[in-house]
T-cell receptor, first 115, second 115 residues
Framework: AQKITQTQPGMFVQEKEAVTLDCTYD???????LFWYKQPSSGEMIFLIY??????QNATEGRYSLNFQKARKSANLVISASQLGDSAMYFC????????????FGKGTRLHILP | NAGVTQTPKFRILKIGQSMTLQCTQD?????MYWYRQDPGMGLKLIYY???????DKGEVPNGYNVSRSTTEDFPLRLELAAPSQTSVYFC??????????????FGEGSRLTVL
């Protein structure tokens, strides 16, 4: 069954440091995608980064990168040089590529950037 | 740039009342989803649709119904509202160019309170 796990309910990080947010997943579908979203206190959902299961290289988008370890079924988000504006909830999500096309989310990690 | 539009943004219901949350998208996306987010929690999938005329249950479908008569619209109906349905509801749409791909485009959310 499709499953996403985020084990860090909250994290505190000093500004300008790098931070890694953990995400593990489970699926029997060989074709799937992994996504990270940011939800600031204002409530909107912001797409950050995507990794396909067949992609050879780890995805990067500006200060965001995805540490994809397929054998371990993990897709950790790395934010380099954190900024105060990075304080938010972060959600990992998975989309299976079969006929199902369900997209499910983890419980999220609340990130606090300290000045 | 309308994207995904949800109405209403706020609503207070009495126990036992019914209502419909409207969702429309103008991006010609085949895939549409309804999620609920309880305070401090992740997003739970209620129902989703892979195209007009096709709907399927998500993780928490009880107490809700959907229909998808057009590509653009995906209304969510609450029958016999209960306090447990107090939540923020997000509608989202997506395309998919290959299996597992395609990020979600979210509406702004609808905050529903059942008293």
């Amino acid at each position: 069954a499709q499953k996403i796990t985020q084990t860090q309910p909250g994290m505190f990080v000093q500004e300008k440091e790098a931070v890694t947010l953990d995400c593990t997943y489970d699926t029997s579908d060989p074709s799937y995608g992994l996504f990270w979203y940011k939800q600031p206190s204002s409530g909107e959902m912001i797409f950050l980064i995507y990794q396909g299961s067949y992609d050879q290289q780890n995805a990067t988008e500006g200060r965001y990168s995805l540490n994809f370890q397929k054998a371990r079924k993990s897709a950790n988000l790395v934010i380099s040089a954190s900024q105060l504006g990075d304080s938010a909830m972060y959600f990992c999500a998975m989309r299976e590529g079969g006929s199902d096309d369900k997209i499910i989310f983890g419980k999220g990690t609340r990130l606090h950037i300290l000045p | 740039n309308a994207g995904v539009t949800q109405t209403p943004k706020f609503r207070i219901l009495k126990i036992g009342q019914s209502m419909t949350l409207q969702c429309t998208q103008d991006m010609n996306h085949n895939y549409m989803y309804w999620y609920r987010q309880d305070p401090g929690m992740g997003l739970k999938l209620i129902y989703y649709s892979v195209g007009a005329g096709i709907t399927d249950k998500g993780e928490v479908p009880n107490g809700y119904n959907v229909s998808r008569s057009t590509t653009e619209d995906f209304p969510l109906r609450l029958e016999l509202a209960a306090p447990s349905q107090t939540s923020v509801y997000f509608c989202a749409s997506s395309y998919s160019s290959r299996p597992g791909s395609g990020e979600l485009f979210f509406g702004e959310g609808s905050r529903l309170t059942v008293l």
